[in-house]
């Protein structure tokens, strides 16, 4: 995965080859895809991207605890 940020242009292209890197990418922002493209505006820096990743994994882990308690 690539990602390309057009600071004039206020935009982040994400260039991603493998369906399963955009699928990925997608669970963190809403993107629309097209021949491995996707444009997202405002820009994401890549510290942006995996502060959202490490909050997914936090809140993914949070939730499976609650769930085996809940289930004793």
């Given at each position: 995965m690539?990602n390309?940020?057009?600071i004039?242009?206020?935009?982040?292209?994400?260039?991603a080859?493998?369906p399963?890197s955009?699928?990925?990418l997608s669970?963190l922002v809403?993107?629309?895809?097209?021949?491995?493209?996707?444009?997202?505006?405002?820009?994401i820096?890549?510290k942006e991207l995996?502060?959202l990743g490490s909050?997914r994994?936090?809140?993914?882990?949070?939730?499976?605890r609650?769930?085996?308690?809940?289930?004793?």
């Amino acid at each position: 995965m690539l990602n390309v940020i057009g600071i004039r242009d206020g935009e982040s292209r994400f260039l991603a080859d493998p369906p399963i890197s955009q699928d990925k990418l997608s669970r963190l922002v809403a993107l629309d895809w097209y021949a491995g493209e996707a444009v997202l505006q405002p820009l994401i820096l890549r510290k942006e991207l995996l502060r959202l990743g490490s909050q997914r994994n936090v809140e993914s882990r949070v939730t499976s605890r609650e769930a085996e308690s809940s289930s004793r």
